[in-house]
Structures are given as C-alpha cells and as structure tokens.
C-alpha cells in the first residue's frame, strides 16, 4: 500500500513539473513577444507552431521567418490565380505579374533568412526580413502609377500581413542581436 501511494505521488509531482515545463514555454514566448510589434500575432503565429513550446529564441524567429514565407508564397499563388482571370486587361495584367514577383523575392529573402538564421549570422537575418517586408510596397507603388488600376483590398490585406509577420520577425532578431 505505501509503495502505490509513493508511486501515486510521484505521478503527481511529475505531472505538476511538467505543467510546469509547458507554463514556462509559455511564458517564454510570452517574453520573446513582448519584444516584438504586434504581440497578439507574434503569440497566436507561435503558439499555433507545435514546434515553438521547445524553441529557443532563434527558433522562434526561424518559426517566424518561416510563417512569412508561407505568407509570400501564398500571395503570389493568390495573384497568378487572379492574373489568370485578368487576361482582358493588358496593364493589370502586366502589374500583377510584377506584383506575383515581388512576393516570390519577398518569399526568396525569408528563406535566405531562414538561412542566416541558422548560421547564426543575426545581422544578415535581419536585412533579409526587413527587404522581404518592402517587396510589398512595390506592388503596392506599381498600382499607384497606373491612375486606371484599383488596388484590391484582398491584396492590401495580405501586403499588411506580411509586413506585420516580418516585424514580428525581425523584434525576435534583434533580441538575437543584442
């Protein structure tokens, strides 16, 4: 009888610490947060990662780099699907196959990041994201030069999402960097 309620309490205490470990990964991202622009997007992007509870701060950023990239890859599907239906309009056509290019060089630098990232080069990691953050604006200049084309909201939100996620990404490196 003493041995199941030594075994009982064990049980208990190993799963009191590890509450406890999953508590502090919490609160670890919470912290790696709190250093970033947009902390509801930073916690609900890195919580969302099942890898994140084990990360350490380079993780987190690489979690991060890697969400944008998606985020890229994405737009730029999302606009050669729209230039598809665009085949009547020769300037929105031809706006949108810059714009499709603009997120892939945006996608392109986040996994160059991702690269300098793991080769521990913070300062690289950094000029990367904040490049792949400013694709965006260009697609966004390139309606503006054309007075006949509208912006689509669906693309103005998705130029916004970028842009926070990098932020996001580059508040976690400079915590690398100093």
Same mark, same amino acid.
């Given at each position: ?94 706006? !949108?196959?810059?714009?499709? #290019? ?5 996608? =392109?630098?986040?996994? &160059?990041?991702?690269?300098? +990232?793991? @080769? ?34 669906? !693309?103005?939100?998705?130029? #916004? ?5 990098? =932020?996001?990404?580059? &508040?976690?490196?400079?915590? +690398?960097? @100093?």
């Amino acid at each position: 009888m003493a041995s199941k309620i030594f075994y009982l309490f064990l049980l208990i205490v190993a799963h009191s610490q590890l509450h406890a470990l999953v508590s502090g990964d919490d609160i670890f991202i919470q912290n790696t947060c709190k250093n970033t622009k947009y902390y509801d997007l930073c916690l609900s992007s890195l919580k969302s990662n099942p890898n994140s509870s084990k990360a350490d701060t380079k993780g987190l950023a690489g979690i991060m780099v890697g969400i944008g990239k998606a985020n890229a890859t994405s737009t730029s599907s999302f606009l050669s699907n729209v230039l598809v239906r665009a085949a009547n309009d020769t300037a929105l056509k031809t706006v !949108l196959k810059e714009c499709a #290019d603009k997120y892939t060089y945006a996608g =392109d630098a986040l996994q &160059g990041s991702a690269q300098d +990232l793991a @080769n521990e080069a913070y300062d690289f990691a950094n000029v990367q994201v904040t490049a792949a953050s400013d694709y965006p604006n260009v697609c966004h200049n390139l309606f503006k030069s054309n007075p006949g084309l509208v912006y689509p909201p669906e !693309l103005a939100t998705r130029e #916004d999402g970028l842009k926070q996620l990098c =932020d996001v990404a580059l &508040g976690i490196i400079d915590t +690398l960097l @100093n």
